[in-house]
């Protein structure tokens, strides 16, 4: 009988305890196509990012055509996402530019990515091109 009565102490003092966890952070898929309107050297163009995300890293191509479908200059951009921060660099190399095909050089920033658009500083890192390009603000759309 003592046996009974311990048990059931025992079991009755048992509690059970759930414990809450934070909620992990969603980050923001960038794969697929984003857009925007640049102008470089007073002519407006359509800048394009088709882009692939693998984990955290980013990566894909970059178009900028003007209206009629002219190719002002190609290239390839890397980053990596954390969060909504996409910290990025667009590689132009040889040929990339048709207009000077010996022109090569980087741009890049930090692009603060949201669900449909992604926004942020667009500088240029180094280029050997007589092109201005255009540092500033760009915000991207996605398609």
């Known amino acids: 009988m003592a046996l009974f009565i311990v048990c059931t102490t025992v079991a009755c003092s048992v509690e059970s305890s759930t414990t809450q966890l934070a909620p992990t952070p969603t980050q923001v ?48 951009l890397n980053g990596a996402l954390n969060g909504s921060s996409l910290p990025y660099t667009v590689s132009v190399g040889p040929g990339a530019v048709p207009a000077q095909p010996t022109c090569t050089g980087q741009f890049g920033g930090t692009m603060t990515v949201a669900s449909t658009s992604m926004s942020g500083p667009m500088a240029l890192i180094s280029s050997n091109c007589s092109i201005a390009f255009p540092s500033n603000a760009v915000t991207l759309t996605k398609q």
Do not use: K
């Not at 955290?56 to 900028?64: D, I, K, R, T």
């Open 29 to 76: 898929d960038v794969s697929g196509r984003w857009s925007a309107n640049i102008t470089v050297q007073g002519v407006t163009g359509r800048m394009v990012w088709t882009l692939t995300q693998s984990s955290g890293g980013v990566s894909g191509p970059v178009l900028v055509t003007l209206p009629n479908g002219v190719v002002l200059l190609n290239g390839a």
